[in-house]
């Protein structure tokens, strides 16, 4: 015989809030106020529209400058004298390498890297315009041809030489100008034959006078080995006229 069993009815609170299943906790249940952000963490408002009124009124930025004010452009350096680049200086040595007989030694004691530079760009580019592609060639050569020519005046000259390689290369690079100027007529005279090579002799003893009394006479004790200086510069001077003529 069966028995029949009552099973009271079982209710289940929701997942999410357990208070659903109960009426009562329904009525007990307080209200909580928004979230009010802690007194103590600053916040800072933001408007869009006012930031754009600020930013169209007054400059960006306004650092302190000297003393307190607003910064001066006016007062400030070149560019180019900020860079050490001075034009005026290049452009005195460059008109004292035009006289090879009497070559003004006191603006190259400031020795510089801007004149010889311009003047390795204006070769190269004579020589590209000539259909030679030789940037590399000419830079490498102007390296290896001022720490020649470096470590030779100081074999000769001994402990009085003072000649650095910084000069060194300042005063190879400016007495290139003859040998620029070659490869830029180069361009108009047939190249190869004894014309050509006629005019390059003229031009690498232009450059070798030229470089020879320069560095006598910015140097100690090169006088009495000019005659081997002057050999050196002449082999440079004549490897870079091979450039332009074959």
């Not at 607003?70 to 006289?99: A, M, Y």
């Not at 031009?203 to 070798?208: D, I, P, S």
């Amino acid at each position: 015989m069966e028995k029949e069993f009552k099973i009271p009815p079982v209710s289940f609170a929701s997942a999410g809030n357990p208070s659903l299943g109960d009426p009562n906790n329904q009525q007990r249940r307080v209200p909580r106020p928004p979230f009010q952000p802690n007194s103590g963490i600053p916040f800072m408002s933001f408007d869009i529209g006012s930031a754009a009124v600020s930013t169209s009124s007054g400059p960006m930025y306004s650092g302190p400058g000297i003393g307190g004010g607003s910064v001066n452009f006016d007062d400030e350096e070149p560019l180019l004298d900020e860079l050490g680049i001075h034009p005026d200086q290049i452009w005195s040595k460059i008109r004292s390498v035009l006289n090879p007989f009497r070559v003004n030694h006191t603006v190259h004691k400031d020795a510089d890297l801007s004149g010889p530079i311009l003047l390795y760009m204006a070769f190269s580019l004579f020589q590209l315009l000539a259909g030679k592609i030789q940037f590399g060639v000419i830079f490498g050569w102007i390296v290896v041809s001022s720490i020649f020519l470096y470590v030779v005046f100081n074999m000769l000259a001994g402990r009085t030489g003072n000649l650095d390689l910084h000069t060194c290369t300042s005063v190879v690079g400016y007495s290139m100008l003859p040998v620029v100027i070659f490869s830029a007529l180069s361009l108009f005279i047939p190249q190869g034959g004894f014309l050509g090579i006629s005019i390059a002799a003229v031009f690498v003893l232009w450059a070798t006078r030229a470089s020879t009394g320069l560095v006598v006479s910015l140097t100690d004790g090169g006088d009495e080995h000019r005659g081997l200086i002057a050999y050196a510069c002449f082999l440079i001077y004549t490897l870079f006229s091979l450039l332009v003529i074959f």
